[in-house]
Every structure is written in C-alpha cells, then in structure tokens.
C-alpha cells in the first residue's frame, strides 16, 4: 500500500497570505500577568529579584495580581456598569441575544465547517448582540491529565489559518449590524488566538488566556536552522494576523510565543505602553524560558479585558443590560447538533477503516474479488464521511489519513478488482491481491 501520510510541506504556503499589522493603540492596565509552561508569576520585579516556581495557574484557583512596587492602580470609572444597567422601560422592545460557542478542540469542534449553518441562521435572526462564548482549553483535560492526546487542539498552518481569519470576517463583516463581544469562560492553546480577535473582551472570574506557545511547535522540530527561523516567522505572522483584527499591541502576542521574548508595561497617562524587556513598571514576564500569559483578574487590570463575568446574565448585566431576550435555538443548539454529528461520523469512519483492512487482509488468503470489493465499499463511505464533516478528515489526520490518501487507495483497489475480473487463473487473481495491507500497515488499522 503506498503511504498515506498527509504532506508537511503545504506549511510553506503561509509566507503568501499572511500580512502583519501596525500595532494597536495600547490600553489601560494597573498589574502584572500571569504567563503559561514555566510561568512568571505576577507581580514579578524587574531583574535581579528572586525567580518564583514554574507554573500553570489551575483553572479553579487563579493568581492574584498585586499592583507591583507600590504603584496605585489605575482608577476605575466613577461607576460600574452593574451600577447603570436599568430594567427595560414598559413597552421598550427589549435587545435579542445571540450565542455562538467555540468550544472544544480547536480545529475540529472548533473549525469553520461548524459554522456555517450559524452564518445562516443569524443573517435570519439578525439579533442585536452576538456574545461569542470561548471555552478550548487542552492543560487540565489533555497535556497533564494522561487522556489521549489527540484530544488536543490541532491546527494546520496552510489551511486553518486562511479558513479561520474567513471566518472571523464573516461573522464581524456580514453581521456588523449586531454588537459583538468575545466571553472568555475558559482558553490554553490556539483557541486564545480566538480571544484576541475582538476588542470588546470579557473573561468568566477562573478563566485562563494562554497556551499559544503551542504554535511554536511549527518550528521547534525543525532541525534546519534556516527552515526554523523561516518557520518561526510564519508563526510569528499567524499570531500578530489575530492580534490586529482585535486591536491589540503586537508585543503581546509574540512574548505568548515564544519563550524568550521579555514582556513589561507602563503607563501613559491611562494608557499601556508595552515593552519587550524587563523595564517597565510591572513586569509580565521577565523570564527567557518561559511565555506570557493572564489570568482572568490580570488580564483585566492590564486593560486586555474589559471584565468580568460568571454567566451571561451577569455579562449583559456588566454591559449595562438588565433584561434582554435570548435567541431560542441560537448558535449553541446549532453547533451541539455539528459536533455530535461529526464525531459520531468520525466514530463510524474508525470503524469501517479496521473493516477495510481487514478485508485486505483476507483477499490474500481467500475470495479475492469479493474481500476487495467489500473493502473498496468501506472505504467509499468513509469518504463520503469525510466530505461532508471536513473535522472528520482533520481529525484523522494525524494518523495519515487524508481525502486524497482514501481517493488513492481506492484507486488500487480498483485496479486491482479489475485485475482480477480479467484473470482466467485463481492463482493469478492471487497473486494481484498480495501485498496491498490497508490503512496502517499489517491490516492493524488506525493507532488509536
């Protein structure tokens, strides 16, 4: 069988597309950040101070932000939005609420094939507010919790960067007549690329914001130094492409990427200057082996988040919406229906892939033509599967099994029946059969 392993090389198409914004005006902040793998912890001083332990804030016990060298924090507005929300007055037409989740694996609960039919739905509804509700988060569920790790966020360079900025103009271009905010409820890996794509961002009270070191992984296997440093800049590019379409200063992202970047903020009057060293007066990471990333209460004080919020009736409540109509059957209900089709397809494909193989296998030992056939079948409906759930081919990828390696294979399959509706000799309609082992090798199947 030839092998079916999907091509890396299509990583090198991101250099056409990918363009790198100005940085964003800087923001308000008051405190330091929390950093993710090996985190600087906040509140950390500047050069020369003792270096705290590495690690990851837990989901349910985030880390404060003290206010660093006695600095005062920024002053909050005279009132709070919680103070200024008012019921709706008798008669007023109260605003309709939009729910579109991204939630789950990233590249496949998570992929722009999900949302298609939430496109639809909200040109038909047109509501007044879309809250896009981020919950991905691969630490805690993934990396340190032994489960398998293709239970984590996946993302390939040449395709799902294109199909998710796509994506993101959609939902911002045909539906700009609606308010749009990004909740964060919970984001380590790519899915923080999300959070960063919209400016009006809120975060539940226990949320984390980082995890995009993960995409240096384009380049860190790389042992050709110049194909790293061509890598890393692709990365580089993806990164900043969300961090400009939200408005933010490019210096953050990059000092979530990569290790060795230096991150500090100080203040402008009420704005945030951001540094790429340990100079400013707070220090977000001051560290060269690790990465910046925030907690919920750090991500607000430095001004990324505009606050927090445990439910949406508390995020309309922030924003100054005491009563407000949710959409019935909106994007949750939609994208629930996606996701539990495509990984019930995803289940079915495993299956008729372990089918296939074995019918490989026996047409070397007996009724050639009618294994072959049978196998050739199986096959056939795990392409349609993956046609039409495009997370189905993503997430069996991995395993080398692509539309174009399933089209391959069906290709020899039918050379070989048609061999063997030409053989005059059972010896011969054997030997066209011999060596062809399916998916995986040995008619073992998928590595699951």
């Given at each position: 069988m030839i092998?079916?392993?999907?091509?890396?090389?299509?990583?090198?198409?991101?250099?056409?597309?990918?363009?790198?914004a100005a940085d964003a005006?800087?923001?308000?902040?008051?405190?330091?950040?929390?950093?993710?793998?090996?985190?600087?912890?906040?509140?950390?001083?500047?050069?020369?101070?003792?270096?705290?332990?590495?690690?990851?804030?837990?989901?349910?016990?985030?880390?404060?932000?003290?206010?660093?060298?006695?600095?005062?924090?920024?002053?909050?507005?005279?009132?709070?939005?919680?103070?200024?929300?008012?019921?709706?007055?008798?008669?007023?037409?109260l605003k309709?609420?939009?729910?579109?989740?991204?939630?789950?694996?990233?590249?496949?609960?998570?992929?722009?094939?999900?949302?298609e039919d939430i496109l639809k739905d909200l040109e038909a509804k047109r509501p007044d507010i879309i809250v896009f509700e981020l919950e991905s988060a691969d630490i805690d569920r993934v990396e340190y919790m032994g489960e398998d790790p293709r239970n984590a966020g996946m993302f390939n360079a040449a395709s799902d960067d294109t199909m998710m900025r796509k994506l993101l103009r959609d939902f911002k271009d045909k539906h700009g007549y609606a308010q749009q905010y990004m909740w964060v409820k919970d984001s380590v890996g790519y899915g923080s690329l999300l959070a960063f794509s919209w400016p009006n961002m809120y975060m539940a009270?226990?949320?984390r914001l980082f995890g995009l070191s993960r995409v240096a992984s384009f380049w860190t296997r790389v042992e050709d130094p110049e194909v790293r440093a061509k890598f890393r800049e692709a990365a580089v590019a993806i990164i900043n492409g969300f961090l400009s379409s939200g408005g933010y200063d490019l210096k953050i992202g990059e000092a979530m990427l990569r290790p060795e970047m230096l991150l500090s903020a100080s203040y402008k009057g009420r704005?945030?200057?951001?540094?790429?060293?340990?100079?400013?007066?707070?220090?977000?990471?001051?560290?060269?082996?690790?990465?910046?990333?925030?907690?919920?209460?750090?991500?607000?004080?430095l001004g990324l988040s505009k606050g927090s919020a445990d439910s949406l009736d508390e995020l309309?409540?922030?924003?100054?919406?005491?009563?407000?109509?949710?959409?019935?059957?909106?994007?949750?209900?939609?994208?629930?229906?996606?996701?539990?089709?495509?990984?019930?397809?995803?289940?079915?494909?495993?299956?008729?892939i372990e089918e296939s193989n074995v019918a490989q296998e026996?047409?070397?030992?007996?009724?050639?033509?009618?294994?072959?056939?049978?196998?050739?079948?199986?096959?056939?409906?795990v392409l349609g599967l993956m046609k039409k759930y495009p997370p189905v081919e993503a997430r069996l990828?991995?395993?080398?099994?692509?539309?174009?390696?399933?089209e391959t294979e069906l290709l020899r399959l039918n050379e070989q029946i048609r061999a063997l509706s030409q053989s005059q000799q059972d010896q011969g309609a054997s030997g066209g059969s011999r060596g062809n082992r399916g998916f995986g090798g040995g008619g073992q199947g998928l590595s699951r």
């Open positions: 092998p079916t392993a999907a091509s890396v090389c299509a990583s090198a198409l991101l250099f056409v597309s990918l363009a790198v005006p800087g923001m308000r902040a008051d405190s330091v950040a929390q950093s993710s793998q090996g985190t600087t912890s906040p509140g950390t001083k500047p050069q020369g101070s003792p270096k705290t332990p590495a690690g990851s804030p837990s989901k349910s016990s985030p880390s404060k932000s003290p206010t660093a060298q006695g600095k005062k924090a920024a002053p909050k507005p005279a009132a709070d939005a919680k103070d200024k929300a008012a019921p709706a007055a008798p008669g007023e037409k309709t609420v939009y729910v579109v989740p991204f939630k789950g694996q990233f590249g496949t609960d998570i992929h722009p094939a999900c949302y009270p226990n949320a704005t945030i200057e951001w540094r790429e060293d340990t100079k400013g007066h707070w220090v977000v990471d001051g560290r060269d082996d690790s990465t910046a990333g925030f907690s919920a209460e750090s991500a607000e004080e309309m409540f922030v924003l100054g919406i005491r009563e407000f109509d949710r959409v019935p059957e909106d994007g949750e209900t939609l994208h629930k229906k996606y996701v539990d089709d495509w990984r019930k397809a995803y289940d079915q494909c495993t299956k008729l026996d047409a070397q030992n007996s009724n050639p033509k009618g294994n072959l056939n049978k196998a050739k079948s199986a096959l056939t409906r990828q991995p395993d080398g099994i692509s539309i174009l390696a399933v």
